[in-house]
């Protein structure tokens, strides 16, 4: 019987080598990420339809990306965005949010991304960004892992199973990599890069739920012609809402949720105690 490979740690240099070689082998890796797990892998339409499957969901379901956090502001398309939203406002805003912690940002795609991780909406070619926030240490991961594929982008998914696989109202993300592990058994390449200490990974962002993060939108500002012009929550996650508008505020931003945002996500719960 062969020996278990030894664990894996988000902050160990040799371990982030390990899993970002995985990964552009065409592994699944399971990394830490913030306070909690995500699913990150190569960016191409065979992979991201591997892990969509894997999940439970349609194999063409559209996916979000990452990348290291200087990277970010590439992933977008700026000639893009809405007159009425001066950039220079919203760059400040992605350099708050992500300053302090895991936030996403979904806005203008940028031409080079294909079309699998970009949805269209009001017209507009969109892609969601991802990231951990700037002191995360997966964003070493990151960077390695975008040397070792070529691109400057992965592809980024909810480290869960899909509620229309398991049946239950909603399949909140993982925060212990055992569970993890284990609900993703079926995965024969399966990689996890650990928290070296889960308990302390939480403890260093208590502003935020260990569940997906919140995503804000900014490619089709509400309201005719209003004033601040106003940021739509796509999706309330860790971050609560009244935090963002905090950071949007003294930019001459509003914030507001959107109609897929009512419920706030919920907060995964593990038989046992939570350590």
Request: charged share 20%; net charge neutral; hydrophobic share 45%.
């Amino acid at each position: 019987m062969d020996a278990p490979s030894p664990p894996l740690y988000i902050d160990r240099p040799e371990d982030v080598a390990v899993a970002a070689r995985a990964l552009a082998g065409g592994a699944v890796v399971a990394a830490a990420f913030a306070n909690f797990y995500v699913i990150v892998t190569r960016p191409d339409a065979d992979t991201v339809g591997r892990v969509n499957l894997a999940k439970g969901r349609p194999v063409h379901q559209v996916g979000s990306v990452t990348t290291a956090i200087g990277r970010i502001p590439g992933m977008f398309d700026w000639t893009r965005i809405s007159p009425r939203l001066p950039v220079g406002r919203v760059r400040a805003l992605m350099d708050a949010l992500y300053g302090a912690g895991p936030f996403g940002f979904r806005g203008p795609a940028a031409e080079r991304l294909p079309e699998h991780l970009v949805q269209v909406d009001q017209g507009i070619r969109t892609t969601q960004v991802i990231a951990p926030g700037l002191t995360c240490p997966s964003n070493t991961f990151f960077e390695r892992a975008l040397a070792e594929t070529g691109s400057d982008h992965l592809y980024i998914t909810s480290a869960n199973r899909s509620r229309h696989l398991t049946g239950a109202a909603e399949e909140p993300a993982h925060w212990k990599a055992g569970a993890l592990a284990a609900d993703f058994a079926h995965l024969d390449d399966l990689v996890v890069l650990l928290h070296r200490n889960e308990a302390a990974a939480r403890a260093a962002y208590p502003g935020y739920l260990t569940t997906s993060v919140t995503l804000l939108s900014f490619h089709a500002p509400e309201g005719e012609l209003e004033e601040p012009p106003v940021l739509t929550v796509d999706r309330h996650g860790s971050l609560h809402l009244d935090d963002v508008r905090r950071a949007a505020a003294p930019l001459g931003l509003q914030v507001r949720l959107g109609g897929t945002a009512r419920q706030r996500l919920r907060v995964r719960g593990y038989a046992g105690a939570l350590v």
